[in-house]
Nanobody, 121 residues
Framework: QVQIVESGGGLVQPGGSLRLSCAAS????????MGWFRQAPGKQRELVAT???????NYGDSVKGRFTISRDNAKKTVALQMNSLKPEDTAVYYC???????????????WGQGTQVTVSS
């Protein structure tokens, strides 16, 4: 009923930039918080950035000053602009959305399949 799809991942050199996009679709009544998380092999999933429906943002300490999260409520999308990328940013990036669907009354978290970001020279 609800689908979350990420795009924009790829290979980039240290110091470079990438922009990730995420689109929510399906039987959506409303979307509350949205965010990006990442997970490297052998490590726990960590917060990258979140944004509320009103535009308030929160960032993980490791990406503050380098990444920017934004959303377009009309398009039901959220983006992550990543600048000054470091090898430590290499991970699978997952999009998360808190969604109330037209089927389920209680808001639930939905996750995308992830997109790979590799930062290497």
């Amino acid at each position: 009923q609800v689908q979350i799809v990420e795009s924009g991942g790829g290979l980039v050199q240290p110091g470079g930039s990438l922009r990730l996009s995420c689109a929510a679709s399906g039987s959506i009544f409303s979307i509350y918080d949205m965010g990006w998380f990442r997970q490297a092999p052998g490590k726990q999933r960590e917060l990258v950035a979140t944004i509320t429906s009103g535009g308030s943002t929160n960032y993980g300490d490791s990406v503050k000053g380098r990444f920017t999260i934004s959303r377009d409520n009309a398009k039901k999308t959220v983006a992550l602009q990543m600048n000054s990328l470091k090898p430590e940013d290499t991970a699978v990036y997952y999009c998360n959305a808190e969604v109330r669907s037209t089927i389920i009354a209680t808001p639930r978290d939905y996750w995308g399949q992830g997109t790979q970001v590799t930062v290497s020279s």
